[in-house]
T-cell receptor, first 115, second 113 residues
Framework: DSGVTQTPKHLITATGQRVTLRCSPR?????VYWYQQSLDQGLQFLIQ???????AKGNILERFSAQQFPDLHSELNLSSLELGDSALYFC??????????????FGPGTRLTVL | GENVEQHPSTLSVQEGDSAVIKCTYS??????FPWYKQELGKRPQLIID?????GEKKDQRIAVTLNKTAKHFSLHITETQPEDSAVYFC????????????FGTGTQLKVEL
C-alpha cells in the first residue's frame, strides 16, 4: 500500500457524460500528479499540482480539468467523454514537486470504461 | 519535450538467469531516472531509482546504471525468479517544469521455470 488513495476503483459511463476522479495523497506530500494509462499510449503524464497550484501540464485534453483543494486532495474532471478516454487513471504524490527528483508513489488507479 | 525509448518490449528468461532492460532519453536536463514494476491491473511500484550524479546503484538483485554522456540507463535483474514477471517501465524527469515523469513504453518480462 503506497498511502495514496483513489476513488472510485471502477467507473462505467456513456459517451458524452462527465465524471470526477478523486485522489488523496500520502500524508505530508504536497504534490499530486495525474497519469493516464491506455493500451496504445502507455503511461502519459496529464497534470501536476503542488500545494494547490498547477505546476506542470502534459498532453491533457481541454475536456479534462483538475484541481487540488486546501486539504491537498485532488480531483480530475473528465467531460464530453469519448470511447478513447477509456483507460486506467493513476494519481501519484510526492513530497515536493520539483528539484532533484522526488519519488512518486502511485495510487491503485481508477479504471474508466466509456461505452 | 523529453522522449524516452525502452527496449526490448518483451523479454523471456529462464529462472535464475539475468535480465537487462535498456532506455535512452533525449533531454540532457533530465536528472532523475526511476524504474517501476507493474503487475497486471495494479499500480506502478517504484523498485529503484538513480540520480544524475551517480553512475550505478544496486539494491539486492536489482541494479541500475546511468551513462549521462550517451543518455542511456539500464535495469539489471540477477537471479530472476517467477515473481519478477511483470511489466517494467523506465522514466525520466528534469528539475525544471515540475517533476513530471516521462515513461518508456514498457518491457513485459516473463521468467520461465
Amino acid at each position: 500500500d503506497s498511502g495514496v488513495t483513489q476513488t472510485p476503483k471502477h467507473l462505467i459511463t456513456a459517451t458524452g457524460q462527465r465524471v470526477t476522479l478523486r485522489c488523496s495523497p500520502r500524508s505530508g506530500d504536497l504534490s499530486v500528479y495525474w497519469y493516464q494509462q491506455s493500451l496504445d499510449q502507455g503511461l502519459q503524464f496529464l497534470i501536476q499540482y503542488y500545494n494547490g497550484e498547477e505546476r506542470a501540464k502534459g498532453n491533457i485534453l481541454e475536456r479534462f480539468s483538475a484541481q487540488q483543494f486546501p486539504d491537498l486532495h485532488s480531483e480530475l474532471n473528465l467531460s464530453s467523454l469519448e470511447l478513447g478516454d477509456s483507460a486506467l487513471y493513476f494519481c501519484a504524490s510526492s513530497v515536493r514537486g520539483q528539484g532533484a527528483g522526488d519519488e512518486q508513489f502511485f495510487g491503485p488507479g481508477t479504471r474508466l470504461t466509456v461505452l | 519535450g523529453e522522449n524516452v525509448e525502452q527496449h526490448p518490449s518483451t523479454l523471456s528468461v529462464q529462472e535464475g538467469d539475468s535480465a537487462v532492460i535498456k532506455c535512452t532519453y533525449s533531454d540532457s536536463a533530465s536528472n532523475y531516472f526511476p524504474w517501476y514494476k507493474q503487475e497486471l491491473g495494479k499500480r506502478p511500484q517504484l523498485i529503484i531509482d538513480i540520480r544524475s550524479n551517480v553512475g550505478e546503484k544496486k539494491d539486492q538483485r536489482i541494479a541500475v546504471t546511468l551513462n549521462k554522456t550517451a543518455k542511456h540507463f539500464s535495469l539489471h535483474i540477477t537471479e530472476t525468479q517467477p515473481e519478477d514477471s511483470a511489466v517494467y517501465f523506465c522514466a525520466a524527469s528534469s528539475t525544471g517544469g515540475g517533476n513530471k515523469l516521462t515513461f518508456g513504453t514498457g518491457t513485459q518480462l516473463k521468467v520461465e521455470l
